[in-house]
């Protein structure tokens, strides 16, 4: 997964959040789901809490695999804080089309997500 970096809570980011089907630690073959991390930065000198983390579709990669070949379910109200400056991973469900297309093989598939961040300052 990808750190993504955020802006002031209450607010609205995007987070390329990065899958390697072919990856050894978590597989994911055509046609199959898994659950990836994707790590949320907190770079606010106060805490946060994610409200939710939209669904994904990857875009089309540069060796011709097309867009929407891997997609992410949307989660809402994740559970989970996040400390000043802090990092946290959440995960996410992530789902390949049953392709056969050689052109998606050895990928890294990029899928822009939105994230919105609620402060938590009042949780300390």
Known sequence: GTVGTSTA????SSVDFTVT????VRPLAPGTTATFPIYINNPNDYGVRVDSISEGKSKATSS???AGTITS???DGPVGYIRE???RAYMVSVTMAPTKDSRCNGQ????PLTVKLASAAAER
């Open 73 to 75: 379910g949307a989660i």
């Open 21 to 24: 089907p072919d990856d050894q």
């Open 108 to 111: 890294t598939f990029t899928l």
């Open 64 to 66: 011709g695999c097309p």
């Open 85 to 87: 400056g802090g990092v």
């Open 9 to 12: 809570a209450g607010s609205t």
